[in-house]
């Protein structure tokens, strides 16, 4: 079974920037696609972003377009949430994820590894 550990978070003012990585053990996640959600208090677990195992192909949530930027290191077992321009909305738990089934990359029921989180706090 593949553990994801996350890492990189804290807190940030208002239009700064963080790098969370998520790193796997266990197993390799090379050929599965990866995706970030966030969760903040009171809230549903919410889509970020998704890269394929390839890294070619990538998509994001409408409130992080032109902001975050998804990548992988698939050598290193890695993926990366890259965020700029960070806005307080943005604080929440973030957590990386394994696609264990076809289709529907946005929703928490296509991902069936998790990891634990990683705090984002940003001030204003």
């Known amino acids: 079974q593949v553990q994801l550990v996350e890492s990189g978070g804290g807190l940030v003012q208002a239009g700064g920037s963080l790098r969370l990585s998520c790193a796997a053990s266990?197993?390799?996640?090379?050929?599965?696609?990866l995706g970030w959600f966030r969760q903040a208090p009171g809230k549903e677990r919410e889509f970020i972003a998704r890269?394929?195992?390839?890294?070619?192909?990538?998509a994001y949530a409408d409130s992080v377009k032109g902001r975050f930027t998804i990548s992988r290191d698939n050598a290193k077992n890695t993926v990366y949430l890259q965020m700029n321009s960070l806005k307080p909305e943005d604080t929440a738990i973030y957590y990386c994820?394994?696609?264990?089934?076809?289709?529907?990359?946005?929703?928490?029921?296509?991902?069936?590894?998790w990891g634990q989180g990683t705090q984002v706090t940003v001030s204003s």
């Open positions: 994820a394994v696609q264990g089934y076809s289709g529907t990359y946005w929703s928490v029921n296509a991902y069936d590894h």
């Open positions: 266990g197993r390799t996640f090379s050929s599965y696609d």
């Open positions: 890269i394929s195992w390839s890294g070619g192909s990538t």
